[in-house]
């Protein structure tokens, strides 16, 4: 399967804490993404960071790339109910054009 | 600006049927791709389309199919439905490779049930 692997599959926080996600893909890519998914609805955009970065920042989420290891985290800080969701990493390859979608984490933040 | 549209919402067929499902695109996206969701596979990428042509394709059977209309608007076809095609279709548009083309904008999603 070319699909990448996120870890852990599944995570409960309390409301407050951060909770971290790590994604690992296969081939090399122009762009990493990570998406978010609310039961069963469509997925939403939440940030791209691309090769050349190494960490990028959007309000409470902060996201690194290890290119050397074909690894990226996502970091949601001070987390809240509403972040429950699933959540999924997204590799991009520029030369074949297609993004291919991690298995995604569930996450689960209790108030 | 409207999002991406997916019409029906919820379909449910029997084995052997053919099933269309529509993707009307955010205005002035040009290009579709569909997925297919299962709780086994995860999202496993189907096709893309560009400009009325099919840029891009997953591994996937020939009882799959799709195509793009000059408006963009996309359908995806499933011929001689199996119980594993049941799933959520889910179609997503971005605009032309650029700074933001790799952003991909999706819809709700059909949910399809083969009985």
């Known amino acids: 399967s070319q699909q990448g692997e996120e870890d852990p599959q599944a995570l409960s926080i309390q409301e407050g804490e951060n909770a971290t996600m790590n994604c690992s893909y296969k081939?090399?890519?122009?762009?990493l993404q990570w998406y978010r998914q609310n039961s069963g609805r469509g997925l939403v955009h939440l940030i791209l960071?691309?090769?050349?970065?190494r960490e990028k920042h959007s309000g409470r989420l902060r996201v690194t790339l290890d290119t050397s290891k074909k690894s990226s985290s996502l970091l949601i800080t001070a987390s809240r109910a509403a972040d429950t969701a699933s959540y999924f990493c997204?590799?991009?390859?520029?030369?074949?054009?297609?993004?291919?979608f991690g298995q995604g984490t569930t996450l689960q933040v209790k108030p | 600006k409207a999002g991406v549209t997916q019409t029906p919402r919820y379909l449910i067929k029997t084995r052997g049927q053919q099933v269309t499902l529509s993707c009307s695109p955010i205005?002035?996206?040009?290009?579709v791709s569909w997925y297919q969701q299962t709780p086994g596979q995860g999202l496993q990428f189907l096709f893309e389309?560009?400009?009325?042509?099919?840029?891009n394709k997953g591994n996937f059977p020939g009882r799959f199919s799709g195509r793009q209309f000059s408006n963009s608007r996309s359908e995806m076809n499933v011929s001689t439905l199996e119980l594993g095609d049941s799933a959520l279709y889910l179609c997503?548009?971005?605009?032309?490779?650029?700074?933001?083309?790799?952003?991909?904008?999706f819809g709700s999603g059909t949910q399809l049930s083969v009985l």
């Open positions: 997503a548009s971005s605009l032309p490779s650029g700074t933001e083309g790799e952003k991909l904008f």
């Open positions: 081939t090399s890519i122009n762009n």
């Open positions: 960071i691309r090769s050349n970065e």
């Open positions: 997204a590799s991009y390859d520029g030369n074949t054009g297609k993004l291919i």
């Open positions: 205005s002035g996206h040009r290009s």
């Open positions: 389309y560009f400009s009325e042509t099919q840029r």
